[in-house]
């Protein structure tokens, strides 16, 4: 649940600060060195042409499942239901990778295709 909300922030901010005329490559060392620095920045960063080897870099193939994080929130969420827990950030993000994952387009790939999705917004 924590890597889905992490992803979907960094995703949101890397592809705002792109739009707003920032080079990929320069936003992501700024922001992996600032207290924005989180592993969906700094080590599997969701935008194509900042990192090799990482899903982004082949067009989101391989790595970890959209359709994994949308089952492994569904779990999350019966373990808050079942411990009375909020997790308000975590419906949210459920609700995000459940609408991603309707789309044929999106749902086999990795679950950085959150920033694709947005970035073609």
Not at 18 to 39: D, F, Q, V
Not at 55 to 84: H, V
């Amino acid at each position: 649940m924590m890597l889905a909300i992490s992803m979907i922030g960094a995703a949101e901010t890397l592809n705002m600060g792109i739009k707003m005329g920032m080079e990929r490559k320069l936003l992501s060392e700024i922001l992996g060195k600032s207290t924005a620095r989180c592993w969906s920045i700094d080590t599997y960063n969701p935008v194509p042409g900042v990192m090799e080897g990482v899903p982004a870099s082949r067009d989101y193939e391989g790595g970890f499942g959209s359709t994994l994080m949308l089952k492994d929130l569904g779990l999350a969420e019966l373990m808050a239901n079942g411990s009375d827990s909020p997790i308000v950030l975590g419906e949210m993000a459920k609700q995000i990778y459940d609408e991603l994952c309707k789309d044929d387009k999106f749902a086999p790939k990795d679950f950085g295709v959150i920033f694709k999705k947005l970035s073609e917004q």
